[in-house]
């Protein structure tokens, strides 16, 4: 079965600084999906970022980046000159058939 | 303005007392699914439906149930709520399965069972 593994639950980081938040997962499967999402304090989910297991070139939105690494199964997301705005938690995701979630960090942005 | 929307957005309820949570989204999306929030264990799916008429279970079924007869609406139900029910629940929606699609999600129902 599927896993996604998120090993932090929670993290802080200085205003305008860099940070990385990893996620791992597990798959027999060489076709999926990876995902970021946000959610804020408003609970709502947001795309943060989207990674096809097929394209070797790791997205990047804006000051968001992903380092996919598809042999370590390894999909973690760096955000740069962090701003107080991205304080939320952090859930990566798998989809194929099924779409399974980590159980998600905490970003803390301090000013 | 393309949406899911869902209600009631709070709830408290009593043990035992039938409830539905309503779902619908208006750009006529085939794939919809349920999923609750609980604190450390992120989100897991309760159920999903492929089309009209088409559900499967996710990975937490167990005291919940689902309907398809619309394509736009996706109620959630809790026939007899229980405590651990308590919990943050998200309907979403994309145009079909997999992941080439943008998965677009409602602002939450948060369902209090005492």
């Known amino acids: 079965a599927q896993t996604v593994t998120q090993s932090q639950p929670e993290m802080s980081v200085q205003e305008a600084e860099t940070v990385t938040l990893s996620c791992t997962y597990d798959t027999s499967e060489s076709d999926y999906y990876l995902f970021w999402y946000k959610q804020p304090p408003s609970r709502q989910m947001i795309l943060v970022i989207r990674q096809e297991a097929y394209k070797q070139q790791n997205a990047t939105e804006n000051r968001f980046s992903v380092n996919f690494q598809k042999a370590a199964k390894s999909f973690s997301l760096k955000i740069s000159d962090s701003q107080l705005g991205d304080a939320a938690m952090y859930f990566c995701a798998y989809i194929r058939d099924k779409i399974i979630f980590g159980k998600g960090t905490r970003l803390h942005i301090l000013p | 303005e393309a949406q899911v929307t869902q209600n009631p957005r709070y709830l408290i309820t009593v043990t035992g007392k039938k409830l539905t949570v309503t779902c619908s989204q208006n750009m006529n999306h085939e794939y919809m699914s349920w999923y609750r929030q609980d604190p450390g264990l992120g989100l897991r799916q309760i159920y999903y439906s492929m089309n009209v008429e088409v559900t499967d279970k996710g990975d937490v079924p167990e005291g919940y149930k689902v309907s398809r007869k619309e394509k736009r609406n996706f109620p959630l139900i809790l026939e007899s709520p229980s405590p651990n029910q308590t919990s943050l629940y998200f309907c979403?929606?994309?145009?079909?399965?997999?992941?080439?699609?943008?998965?677009?999600f409602g602002p939450g129902t948060r369902l209090t069972v005492t």
């Open positions: 979403a929606s994309s145009l079909r399965a997999g992941g080439y699609y943008e998965q677009y």
